[in-house]
């Protein structure tokens, strides 16, 4: 309510849309703005993240606009934070809401834990994100379109505290029998202002069912099981990482209580369901954002020499065919994020302990990635997309 008061009283200024979030805006001046970034804290009020905003301004054409991002300060594992590894943030602008352009005149206010934005729309409308959003409306439009293709299959496993559907994917040919097919396991929105992933997972779900030979092959040889969207609710409030009761949702895989974390306990139902019905995962991968690294982590050596062998695999793949910038190579990773405390393993952690599933975090930045030479824009998501299904497919010998 404060916040909605608050924006009350900055005309110009709205977030009354999916995923639209901020904690405040006061003009200071007649063409210089101050945002404040909401965040989101966890179930103890701790782990704060300051993550995600997405605003849209009016009547502004002409105007030199100075606007301060501000709120930045956070906290991560329980790690204090003044906010400067996001200091290299180039948030987007769009005049549309569809076609978004990163604004490069962006400077890091240092000791304010805030980010200055100079921008000179020529439209009156102009949206404001920390990157592309794609919203359970996207994702909406993408599956009226994918499922005339006769590939896709449709499930719900579960529903989210305020009623949303948790949806499951099945890509690959139904004409072709199951036996002998791998499986590749994808998982995408753990963390709601990751948005950037979406865009990766559209891309995927794209190729996979094109008329690409790749693609044909792919869908003969693998089946592709896809969770696209886990936390809705998160999405639709323009939240970051926590779900309505302020769970993080890729963490509390070893604490899994079904009330107040239906989203983890429908995704682990239905993955552990696989598994125990005898069925096989050959890869399964949840997809991430982060400021400035692209990497991919996994059990290398609690998992022995297969699956440190699949994991360098999947990584060299991904680096010579893709934008995949990983110089360091695959992550060795651990058993949980904060050892010796409960409800801090992440899905990956929580599969492999649980199943000794071959479960990988995938980070992908959102800063310059030095192979593009530029920010991911939407098109490079897609791009990327395409070949993390080929990557994920050959990982596992399935192309
Ligand atoms: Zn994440």
């Keep these: 309510m404060i916040a909605l008061a608050l924006l009350a009283l900055a005309a110009q200024v709205h977030t009354d849309f999916e995923a639209g979030n901020l904690g405040g805006a006061e003009w200071v001046s007649k063409d210089h703005l101050r945002v404040a970034v909401a965040g989101e804290s966890d179930q103890d009020r701790r782990n704060?993240?300051?993550?995600?905003?997405?605003?849209?301004?009016?009547?502004v054409a002409g105007r030199g606009l100075v606007i301060d991002i501000t709120g930045l300060a956070g906290e991560y594992n329980y790690r204090r934070h003044d906010g400067s590894g996001m200091r290299n943030m180039k948030p987007v602008y769009s005049y549309d809401n569809r076609n978004w352009v990163h604004l490069d005149d962006a400077e890091w206010l240092a000791g304010e834990s805030a980010i200055r934005l100079r921008l000179k729309p020529s439209r009156n409308t102009v949206w404001i994100a920390r990157q592309p959003p794609y919203t359970n409306a996207h994702l909406e439009r993408l599956l009226a379109e994918v499922r005339k293709s006769g590939f896709v299959r449709e499930e719900t496993i579960g529903k989210t505290p305020q009623g949303r559907p948790m949806r499951l994917l099945t890509v690959t040919n139904p004409a072709a029998a199951e036996a002998g097919k791998k499986v590749l396991w994808l998982m995408v929105r753990q963390h709601s202002w990751e948005s950037g992933t979406s865009w990766v997972a559209e891309g995927l779900l794209r190729f996979l069912v094109s008329g690409d030979g790749a693609a044909r092959r792919i869908r003969q040889a693998?089946?592709?099981?896809?969770?696209?969207?886990?936390?809705?609710?998160?999405?639709?409030?323009?939240?970051?990482?926590?779900?309505?009761?302020?769970?993080?949702?890729?963490?509390?895989?070893d604490a899994v209580d079904p009330e107040r974390m239906p989203e983890i306990h429908a995704q682990r139902e239905a993955i552990l369901g696989w598994v125990d019905s005898g069925r096989r995962i050959d890869l399964f991968v949840t997809?991430?954002?982060?400021?400035?690294?692209?990497?991919?982590?996994?059990?290398?050596?609690?998992?022995?020499?297969?699956?440190?062998?699949?994991?360098?695999?999947?990584?060299?793949?991904?680096?010579?065919?893709?934008?995949?910038?990983?110089?360091?190579?695959?992550?060795?990773?651990?058993?949980?994020?904060?050892?010796?405390?409960?409800?801090?393993?992440?899905?990956?952690?929580?599969?492999?302990?649980?199943?000794?599933?071959?479960?990988?975090?995938?980070?992908?930045?959102?800063?310059?990635?030095?192979?593009?030479?530029?920010?991911?824009?939407?098109?490079?998501?897609?791009?990327?997309?395409?070949?993390l299904a080929r990557a994920m497919a050959a990982a596992a010998g399935a192309e």
């Excluded at 360091?328 to 393993?345: C, F, H, L, Q, V």
């Design 222 to 253: 693998a089946v592709f099981k896809i969770l696209p969207m886990c936390d809705p609710d998160g999405v639709a409030r323009g939240g970051v990482r926590f779900n309505q009761w302020g769970y993080d949702l890729n963490r509390n895989w």
């Design 48 to 59: 704060r993240q300051p993550s995600w905003f997405y605003f849209r301004l009016e009547d």
């Design 287 to 387: 997809l991430h954002n982060t400021e400035s690294a692209d990497f991919i982590e996994g059990p290398l050596t609690a998992g022995g020499p297969a699956m440190k062998a699949l994991g360098e695999r999947f990584w060299k793949l991904l680096v010579d065919h893709t934008s995949f910038y990983s110089p360091a190579g695959a992550r060795d990773g651990r058993a949980s994020t904060t050892p010796g405390m409960k409800g801090r393993m992440s899905v990956n952690q929580g599969l492999f302990h649980d199943r000794k599933i071959p479960a990988f975090l995938m980070e992908l930045m959102v800063d310059r990635n030095p192979k593009l030479g530029r920010c991911p824009t939407v098109a490079d998501r897609l791009e990327f997309g395409a070949g």
